[in-house]
């Protein structure tokens, strides 16, 4: 390896980009061209990192294994980062297990991470965890060691596990400041403002306010009847009872623990549950099933007894009945929760990302679009959307060694 490309890795591996390119930004070898791709991508150019990096890959010669996968790797992170999550993830795992075989052991962990955090973006908790499990960042450097720490405090945050997401997100912190690299610090930073935010709403007793995580925490630990309007469940700590797939049942829930100690007329529980805004004798009659099936759901923790206007919802041992809501309820609340991460997505990684149809997303797309609360660029599969303004840091490419082979 010639001392051109060495100190133009260094440069990328201390959070230089531009120092790299100096170094390397006239030649068309595969090293230069990998490291270039490296550089693009930390600077923004996204599209540019990914041709260059599928140039190295292909110009590598065979039995540059180790310089190929680490390409792979940089092209897997570039796909996170542009939420392109029709990658094909099998492609990150060979590159893992062979840059374990040759014993380049940062590299490999950095592919572990990309492979949590993308696991960790489409809800797949469990399976990120079983990735994570066992593995010990100790021995590896700090920007390494502050990107494992991100998906800890991820994970934490997603199981309501607030102490080990505070943990986390100090030991990434500390190892930030020791990479010395301004743009992971700030991702850091970005990535705790969370633990500091509402993130959720309370009412009860007719009135509202908001919880910090910390808060919905407690109050789920706490032995209060919660009607959880963010998994759409009924739950006092251990024991949950699911009305996901129940809508009509969940809106009964939902205003009866609204309105608890007091009842609620049978003319609201039909605007909320059927939205009928004249309810004849049908709606009326389709009202006694439904409670009765919800009554028979929720009797393992309360009961729902008529009364001279309505119906009320008591429980059979909690002391209070509270209703758990975002801190922003509108349509399409969940579009718009992804993208408030700062990056672009396309509406094809937010079908996966939502495990929603394709055209049920663009729908919802098109509708904030007309609102002005998304924007988008681009066209046909190129499309992306975000919310305006596009605030945030990119997410820094982290491979610390050379891409080259050793």
């Known amino acids: 390896m010639d001392s051109l490309i060495t100190a133009a890795a260094r440069a990328l591996a201390a959070g230089d980009p531009l ?21 693009m991508a930390q600077l923004g150019d996204l599209a540019r990192a990914k ?22 790797v940089a092209e897997a992170e570039i796909a996170l980062v542009s939420r392109d999550l029709t990658w094909p993830a099998k492609a990150l795992d060979v590159a893992r297990a062979t840059l374990e075989a040759h014993g380049d052991r940062i590299n490999a962990a950095h592919a572990l991470n990309l492979e949590a955090r993308r696991l960790l973006l489409i809800g797949r908790l ?19 060691r502050a990107a494992h720490e991100l998906v800890v405090a991820g994970l934490a945050v997603r199981r309501l596990r607030t102490r080990a997401a505070r943990a986390a997100l100090d030991r990434a912190e500390q190892a930030a400041r020791a990479a010395d690299i301004p ?12 633990m500091n935010a509402p993130a959720a709403r309370l009412i009860m007793r007719g009135s509202e306010r908001l919880l910090l995580l910390e808060d919905v925490e407690a109050l789920l630990a706490s032995g209060t009847l919660v009607v959880d309007a963010f998994r759409f469940v009924v739950r006092q700590a251990d024991t949950v ?9 969940f809106s009964l829930a939902r205003a009866l623990g609204e309105a608890w100690p007091g009842d609620v007329s049978r003319s609201i529980l039909l605007a909320r549950a059927f939205r009928a805004r004249h309810a004849d004798e049908s709606h009326r009659a389709r009202l006694r099933v439904e409670v009765g099936r919800l009554r028979e759901k929720l009797r393992p923790l309360a009961d729902i007894s008529a009364t001279g206007g309505g119906f009320t919802l008591s429980s059979r041992r909690a002391p209070e009945i509270v209703v758990l809501a975002p801190p922003v309820e509108e349509r399409h609340a969940a579009v718009l929760a992804f993208l408030a991460d700062g990056e672009s997505w396309s509406s094809s990684a937010l079908a996966i990302a939502l495990g929603a149809s394709p055209r049920t997303v663009q729908r919802a797309l098109e509708q904030l679009a007309s609102t002005g609360k998304v924007q988008s660029f681009g066209r046909g599969r190129a499309r992306r959307w975000l919310t305006p303004p596009a605030l945030g840091f990119p997410t820094t490419l982290l491979l610390p060694g050379p891409l080259p082979s050793d």
């Open 241 to 249: 009872i699911s009305l996901a797939t129940r809508p009509v049942l």
């Open 183 to 194: 743009a992971l610090t700030a991702e850091v930073e970005n990535a705790a403002l969370v």
């Open 19 to 39: 120092g790299a390119l100096k170094r390397v930004a006239l030649r068309d070898d595969a090293p230069a061209l990998a490291l270039r791709g490296i550089a």
């Open 126 to 144: 469990d399976e990120a965890e079983r990735t994570l499990a066992g593995f010990d960042p100790t021995s590896l450097p700090p920007a390494s």
């Open 51 to 72: 041709a260059l990096l599928k140039s190295a890959a292909r110009a590598f010669r065979p039995r540059e294994a180790v310089a190929r996968a680490r390409c792979v």
